[in-house]
């Protein structure tokens, strides 16, 4: 059995910066892509970050130059690192992580159960 657990979010001023953290527990042989997602009330659920296991990033246009993707593999942890927040970047921010449980089983996807980000003055 493998877990995410999401931690970090909050109400926020616009222009401030919060600090998300999602850690992979249980079974768990290697990870390959850690990603972040959103989705805001009536909205799809959006791709918003992506760091692979090799160490390539790759940024929705939305954000891209105020958030910054990092993990910590040795802690099997993907951060979220989100500074110049707008109002429309309020949603619930969901972590995925593509886990392999053993040497014999492929990659599935996990998704952890959210954090809501509130960006209001």
């Known amino acids: 059995q493998v877990q995410l657990v999401e931690s970090g979010g909050g109400l926020v001023q616009p222009g401030g910066s919060l600090r998300l953290s999602c850690a992979a527990s249980?079974?768990?042989?290697?990870?390959?892509?850690m990603a972040w997602y959103r989705q805001a009330p009536g909205k799809q659920r959006e791709l918003v970050a992506t760091?692979?296991?090799?160490?390539?990033?790759n940024y929705a246009d939305s954000v891209k130059g105020r958030f910054t993707i990092s993990r910590d593999n040795a802690k099997s942890t993907v951060y979220l690192q989100l500074n110049s927040l707008k109002p429309e970047d309020t949603a619930v921010y969901y972590c995925?992580?593509?886990?392999?449980?053993?040497?014999?089983?492929?990659?599935?996807?996990?998704w952890g159960q959210g954090t809501q980000v509130t960006v209001s003055s």
């Open positions: 249980g079974r768990i042989f290697s990870i390959n892509d």
């Open positions: 760091k692979t296991s090799g160490g390539s990033t």
């Open positions: 995925n992580a593509q886990i392999r449980s053993s040497i014999l089983s492929s990659f599935t996807d996990h």
